[in-house]
């Protein structure tokens, strides 16, 4: 597995945690990234990654919610929600990781950890999303409600405060 997929892994599965769980986000990264022995570089990856995604969950879920109408949001499997997050936060917030390679990486995830179906719903979801990308952009990099914008401007800054480790 390549270092930044294996890190992205690391990522969905603190998302994944996050999701179902009341934990802290800085005790989830910590544990997550500590158990997976990420060099820095790759944590800090898997950092941006989570508090980028956690920062605009609502919105983001606004957005794929859109593209994948029969299928309300809260009954597509976690692992899957979580993938369509990340992914389109990577090509539609972050701007660094290619279109392609942002959905190739996403269906990798589904492979190894969603279900049978999983690569494919990821896909044409991921899909139907990239054909709106300039309009994902604009939306999610100016959300119009302050409440949806992350509280640091550098998403691979620790936790705040209020969310010790």
């Given amino acids: 597995m390549k270092a930044r997929t294996k890190a992205r892994g690391v990522a969905l599965q603190a998302l994944f945690e996050l999701d179902i769980t009341e934990h802290l986000i800085g005790t989830v990264l910590q544990e997550r990234i500590a158990e997976a022995e990420l060099p820095e570089g790759l944590a800090a990856f898997t950092r941006k990654i989570v508090l980028g995604v956690r920062g605009i969950v609502a919105s983001l879920d606004t957005h794929i919610a859109k593209h994948a109408p029969e299928w309300p949001l809260d009954q597509i499997a976690t692992v899957d929600r979580n993938i369509l997050r990340m992914a389109t936060w990577e090509f539609a917030v972050d701007g660094e990781t290619p279109l392609k390679v942002a959905i190739n990486e996403a269906v990798e995830l589904a492979k190894i950890y969603g ?15 990239a054909e709106r990308q300039n309009e994902l952009q604009q939306a999610l990099q100016n959300p119009s409600d302050p409440s949806e914008t992350p509280e640091t401007s550098d998403p691979s800054a620790p936790p705040s405060s209020h969310e010790t480790f």
């Fill in 115 to 129: 279900s049978d179906s999983a690569p494919r719903f990821v896909n044409g979801v991921l899909g139907s999303l």
